[in-house]
């Protein structure tokens, strides 16, 4: 379809949703200001820049797949980054692990990493408009070798967590400085246990203890917003895991900080979706890990399916866009890596879109009551609306080819770039 036949689809669109009452120019406007943060990992595998070559070591994280170009260095994965971007309507954000500072080939362990090490990420972010979010790198290092990192009973092996974190705040305050705008800081460990323990609370107590100390430092909410992100279970914690849930709910509430919720790290027939409305109330902001799990807490990527639809018609009648960041997170090296950002960054997008494209006064008049049937047609037939034109249009109108023709680029990219690394 060339551009005078996408404008045409589009003008028959829009009449259809303003014959629902529906404004699309509205609904991509609001579109265009919501940023996801993209993550890093994906480009390689999550193997970071560290000189020492660690695997992933205490992580449960496994990658799977050996498509060619995985990122070697920081201009590599900076370079397909970009070509991602390219490929993804909107202003978007970069997501980043500690394991990703540029160390100058020297042996930083993780208790000393400074904000020196990030200044290339921020030179490279600034003139493309690109803000940044850290993570601290509690996992593939031989102090996490055991499975326990924070919620470590060792003192000396907990201390060295606590300072890892405590020195990946400090980067993330002087990049939230830096960028003029706050940098989300997210804090997942893989503590607990493959086999049936018999000390959950001391675990949890330790665990305790090291995010209070951690969270001693006091930064300007401008510049830092910690998150927690709990898990149900993960490879090697199948028995245990110290940050559940419960238990970073109740630490964000009585300590103000946000959790993160992970797609991948509940029940299967736990929706996400249905958590916002329940915790925001409570919570100035939270934070999304969006993935998609195939059968456990695989890191798929995100496709448009009914739990990423549900999720973002959550965000969108939340009304509270502005509190719920949204990042990505999915590690596949069975695909071409670019390829699968971009997919997965545009599934998300459409997602949202389909949602700010609902009659949200008509749907709320029909809530509740004896309007069930009414209602349940109008969202079926809601899904039969040409929500597809409008993401069409809105990629042309940002200079990023519609449908799936993005594929060709990526395809380019991985014949010119990737395949030859
Ligand atoms: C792990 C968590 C965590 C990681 C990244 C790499 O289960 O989802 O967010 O995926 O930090
Ligand atoms: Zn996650």
Not at 186 to 209: E, H, I, M, T, Y
Not at 259 to 268: E, I, N
Not at 299 to 324: F, M
Request: aromatic share 8%.
């Amino acid at each position: 379809m060339d551009h005078a036949a996408v404008e045409r689809t589009y003008a028959a669109a829009r009449d259809e949703y303003a014959g629902r009452g529906v404004d699309t120019e509205a609904a991509l406007a609001r579109l265009l200001a919501i940023s996801l943060s993209l993550h890093c990992w994906q480009g390689d595998d999550l193997a970071g820049f560290e000189k020492r070559a660690a695997g992933l070591a205490g992580s449960g994280l496994q990658v799977t797949g050996c498509a060619p170009g995985r990122a070697r260095d920081v201009d590599e994965l900076r370079a397909d980054m970009a070509q991602a971007f390219a490929l993804i309507p909107g202003r978007h954000r970069v997501n980043l692990h500690a394991m990703y500072g540029e160390f100058g080939g020297r042996a930083v362990d993780r208790d000393a990493i400074e904000p020196e090490h990030f200044r290339g990420w921020q030179e490279w972010a600034r003139p493309r408009g690109l803000k940044i979010d850290l993570n601290p790198t509690c996992f593939a290092h031989p102090r996490a070798a055991s499975g326990y990192t924070l919620a470590s009973r060792e003192s000396g092996v907990r201390r060295f967590w606590v300072d890892h974190v405590k020195c990946c705040r400090k980067v993330a305050a002087s990049i939230g400085r830096e960028q003029q705008a706050p940098c989300l800081h997210n804090l997942w460990v893989p503590d607990g246990s493959k086999d049936v323990g018999a000390d959950r609370w001391g675990a949890r107590a330790a665990l305790l203890k090291s995010l209070d100390e951690i969270f001693e430092v006091e930064y300007s909410p401008q510049q830092v917003k910690d998150a927690l992100e709990s898990k149900l279970f993960g490879l090697g914690s199948e028995s245990f895991v110290a940050g559940s849930h419960e238990f970073y709910l109740g630490y964000a509430l009585t300590r103000k900080k946000m959790v993160c919720f992970d797609l991948g790290h509940f029940h299967p027939t736990e929706s996400v979706a249905d958590k916002l409305s329940a915790v925001l109330p409570f919570t100035g902001e939270v934070l999304l890990h969006v993935s998609r799990g195939v059968r456990w807490d695989s890191d798929h990527v995100v496709l448009l399916n009914d739990e990423v639809r549900d999720l973002a018609a959550e965000i969108v009648r939340s009304q509270a866009l502005d509190r719920i960041h949204i990042a990505l997170d999915y590690f596949d090296a069975s695909f071409n890596r670019v390829g699968a950002w971009v997919l997965g960054a545009r599934a998300m997008l459409k997602g949202l879109l389909i949602a700010l494209l609902e009659p949200r006064d008509r749907l709320r008049e029909l809530d509740g009551g004896p309007k069930t049937l009414a209602r349940l047609s109008l969202l079926e037939e809601l899904k039969a609306l040409p929500f597809g034109a409008v993401w069409d249009f809105h990629c042309l109108k940002n200079g990023v080819p519609p449908s799936d023709k993005w594929l060709r680029e990526v395809d380019a990219y991985e014949r010119r770039v990737l395949s030859r690394r």
